[in-house]
């Protein structure tokens, strides 16, 4: 029996899974090898009117089926997580190896010439009116070296930088660093300029590399 056959029979229009339920109530044979079912049209009739629950048994069935089909995903889906987090695991070991092989050590000549204890220090004895504005740090930036106000980009991180022996550069870790100057000795500001990076530190220029 066609699905459409049974639809049209029974008025009943099935998902392709409860249909093929249907489909093997129908096809079901007794004990001794007979059909069940006689013909198309009493299987349908028997469906339509839940003769002896057949309805509820062929739902039942069809119900099993999908818990045994998301059971089966819910297995494959925890075998799969299961193995990402094994390959995850062998991967952060190996990534340990080889950072071990490489021997990374920190960079002295690459971004940040200022240590972070530095900056912190003073940003601690730093008061409001220490601390500048972008406009404020670049027209100091011009006064104190000439750089066109305009050109200057002022910067709000700083990177330091490590080594391998390979001669391979990382960021090791990123600052935040706002400008400011407590004194004419005494201040931190990082800015670009026309394509070139800077650092201003106590009042001296560093070129900014990275």
Same mark, same amino acid.
């Not at 013909?39 to 045994?68: S, V």
């Not at 391998?164 to 670009?192: A, K, Q």
């Given at each position: 029996? &066609?699905?459409?056959?049974?639809?049209?029979?029974?008025? =009943? /229009?099935?998902? +392709?899974? &409860? /249909?093929?339920?249907?489909?093997?109530? /129908?096809?079901?044979?007794?004990?001794?090898?007979?059909? =069940?079912?006689?013909?198309?049209?009493?299987?349908?009739?028997? /469906?339509? +009117?839940?003769? +002896?629950?057949?309805?509820?048994?062929? !739902?039942? &069935?069809?119900?099993?089926?999908?818990?045994?089909?998301?059971?089966?995903?819910?297995?494959?889906?925890?075998?799969?997580?299961?193995? =990402? !987090?094994?390959?995850?695991?062998?991967?952060?070991?190996? @990534?340990?190896?080889?950072?071990?092989?490489?021997?990374?050590?920190?960079?002295?000549?690459?971004?940040?010439? #200022?240590? !972070?204890?530095?900056?912190?220090?003073?940003?601690?004895?730093?008061?409001?009116?220490?601390? #500048?504005?972008?406009?404020?740090?670049?027209?100091?930036?011009?006064?104190?070296?000439?750089?066109?106000?305009?050109?200057? @980009?002022?910067?709000?991180?700083?990177?330091?930088?490590?080594?391998?022996?390979?001669?391979?550069?990382? =960021?090791?870790?990123?600052?935040?660093?706002?400008?400011?100057?407590?004194?004419?000795?005494?201040?931190?500001?990082?800015? +670009?300029?026309?394509?070139? !990076?800077?650092?201003?530190?106590?009042?001296? #220029?560093?070129?900014?590399?990275?």
């Amino acid at each position: 029996m &066609q699905k459409n056959e049974f639809e049209r029979r029974t008025g =009943v /229009y099935l998902t +392709d899974l &409860q /249909y093929r339920c249907a489909e093997r109530e /129908y096809e079901r044979q007794d004990d001794s090898g007979r059909d =069940v079912w006689p013909d198309k049209d009493a299987f349908c009739a028997a /469906y339509r +009117d839940n003769k +002896d629950g057949l309805a509820e048994r062929i !739902q039942h &069935q069809a119900d099993e089926a999908i818990w045994r089909m998301e059971e089966r995903h819910r297995c494959a889906m925890t075998d799969s997580s299961d193995r =990402v !987090q094994e390959l995850c695991a062998k991967i952060r070991t190996l @990534e340990l190896a080889l950072d071990t092989e490489r021997e990374w050590t920190p960079c002295e000549d690459a971004g940040t010439r #200022l240590p !972070q204890a530095k900056y912190e220090e003073l940003d601690k004895n730093a008061v409001d009116l220490d601390r #500048l504005s972008d406009e404020h740090a670049a027209e100091m930036i011009s006064e104190m070296f000439g750089f066109i106000p305009s050109l200057i @980009e002022i910067r709000h991180e700083a990177d330091a930088y490590e080594r391998d022996r390979h001669g391979h550069l990382r =960021v090791r870790e990123t600052f935040e660093r706002d400008p400011i100057c407590i004194s004419t000795d005494w201040n931190y500001i990082r800015f +670009d300029c026309a394509g070139c !990076q800077w650092e201003l530190i106590d009042g001296a #220029l560093s070129a900014y590399e990275d």
